[in-house]
Structures are given as structure tokens and as C-alpha cells.
């Protein structure tokens, strides 16, 4: 997971406007002054809500942006803002934890050689190891954090009545 992931909050009717030219809608929407940069954190955030069967996931839901042809990320109305606003304001953190070890065991995690590599490390299965408990506590405390940080920036473009726009790059 190496890709950053960013949202924007921005009123419907420039929303269309930027879309309406959608080779320079990443330009535009970049250029957006309400943002939030959930930095690596968005994938898991995504996955623990999908599993947590939100009924908007504010992350992969919605509609390709700016559309299917030159979509670089994905935009919510401002109807599916506030459904996404009210459940992440409902829902604790800590109703998503008991998905996070089955998500942390998933991804695969191995261990490199600690001598320098001479050619490309090709891990074998005996290379990985489920995620140790400190490394899991660690995650999940930078994920309750960028959750919160979600969760204000709904709360806002639903108060607002905006739409919103998530990348990932």
C-alpha cells in the first residue's frame, strides 16, 4: 500500500462545472481548498468499512469522478454525504476493530533478509508471518485517527450540503 489517498469537499454545482471538462478535472479538483489527506490509511479504512457493511462507503463509493472514460477517483452527492456522515458519526471506531485482524492477517506480511540484497527478494511462503500485536496496535490506533479525521470531514460537507471527490495516487 503505497498510494496516498486524498479527499475534497466541494459544492454540487462545481462539482458539474469540473466535470464538465474532464481532462482537466484532476487539475481542478487538486485545486480544491477543502481537503483531507488520509495518507496509506484509506485502503484498510475502505476494506474495515466494506466489511462492516456501511451503507455508503464514503471511500469506494459513489459514481467514477469525473466519469467512466477519465475517472481518476470516485464522487459522492451530497444525499450519499450526509448517509455516509450520519453512519460514520453512529459508528465508533471500535465497531470496526473486530474486522481489522482478519484484514491485517490477509495482506500478507513477511519478514526481509537482514543481509544486504544482492538480487530482487522473491518471498517464499515460509517468509510470511501474520502481523505481530504491536504492529497491529500501531495500525489500528493511525486508523482510529484518519477515522476521526473521516468523520469531521462528512460531518462538515453534509452540514454544508457539498458533494465530495476521493482519489487515490
Do not use: K
Not at 52 to 58: L, R, Y
Not at 78 to 102: D, I, M, N, W
Amino acid at each position: 500500500m503505497s498510494v496516498l489517498g486524498e479527499f475534497r469537499r466541494v459544492a454540487p454545482e462545481e462539482l458539474e462545472r469540473i466535470r464538465a471538462v474532464p481532462e482537466l478535472a484532476r487539475d481542478r479538483a487538486d485545486r480544491l481548498p477543502a481537503w483531507l489527506d488520509l495518507d496509506r490509511a484509506w485502503e484498510r479504512l475502505a476494506a474495515l468499512m466494506d466489511r462492516a457493511g456501511f451503507p455508503v462507503n464514503p471511500i469506494s463509493g459513489g459514481e467514477p469522478f469525473p466519469d467512466e472514460r477519465h475517472a481518476f477517483g470516485r464522487s459522492l452527492t451530497p444525499a450519499q454525504v450526509a448517509t455516509a456522515a450520519t453512519h460514520l458519526a453512529r459508528t465508533p471506531f471500535g465497531e470496526l476493530e473486530p474486522h481489522l485482524r482478519p484484514l491485517l492477517d490477509g495482506e500478507g506480511w513477511f519478514q526481509l533478509p537482514e543481509q544486504p540484497l544482492l538480487e530482487p527478494f522473491v518471498p517464499t511462503e515460509a517468509d510470511f508471518h501474520p502481523v505481530d500485536d504491536e504492529t497491529a496496535r500501531a495500525i489500528r490506533d493511525t486508523l482510529a485517527e484518519a477515522y476521526a479525521e473521516l468523520a469531521q470531514f462528512f460531518t462538515a460537507a453534509a452540514r454544508d450540503g457539498q458533494c465530495t471527490v476521493f482519489w487515490a495516487a
